[in-house]
């Protein structure tokens, strides 16, 4: 097999090597290394032909055949942007780019709540204090991760969390994690329109009843003033 790396390294000697050239700062960190593992890992699940570049072609089809999207054209863009081939290199370098690269546990826990829709791991999640650094480690098939550490013996919820994990580490965070300003101003519109128009029907209705009254009270004055009318004529006649 592959020669061991240096003690207390969690990588093969080769692997650590070529860590180490990629990002010498982090290739001696325990989490890191883990983390490079899993994106070298993703890169060789979509590197068909081995050559070391993912292209367009291969993204396309992994796109389409792993992550189940039909129109990929989107996703597409925003893995490969103006670079065509992409290198375990490009990889690295465009994760620890992404926003979800420093996520803090708390917000791994809120996407793990809203966008994997599996709430019931959330202590587990806090326990392990999963912060964005671990999602590299939840987008690959890995027993340790899912059978060891965070105790999911459902496998359809394992499949759920890695291409879920697998989505939000190749393309950055899903649209409902990201602060939508919009969306509170257009929450906070549709509320003063709930209300006024709440506050609108009550007073319609209050001066309908009132108005109601009014009616009445004449009606019966009108119908008072017919009643003495008629009696002054029974009157006037005999």
Known sequence: ??????????????????????????????????????????????????????????????????????????????????????????????????????????EVVQWLITYVELPQYEETFRKLQLTGHAMPRLAITNATMTGALLKMTDRSHRQKLQLKALDTVLFGPPLLTRHNHLKDFMLVVSIVIGVGGCWFAYIQNRYSKEHMKKMMKDLEGLHRAEQSLHDLQERLQK
């Open 1 to 106: 097999g592959p020669a061991e790396g240096p003690p207390g390294s969690h990588l093969d000697e080769a692997t650590l090597e070529e860590f180490c050239r990629i990002d010498r700062p982090l290739c001696h960190q325990e989490d890191e290394q883990l983390s490079f593992e899993a994106v070298r890992n993703i890169h060789n699940q979509m590197d068909d032909d081995a050559n070391g570049n993912v292209d367009v072609e291969e993204s396309d089809e992994f796109l389409r055949e792993d992550l189940n999207y039909h129109d990929p054209t989107i996703k597409h863009s925003t893995f490969h942007g103006e670079d065509k081939l992409i290198s375990v290199e490009d990889l690295w370098k465009s994760w620890k780019a992404s926003e979800v690269y420093n996520w803090t546990v708390e």
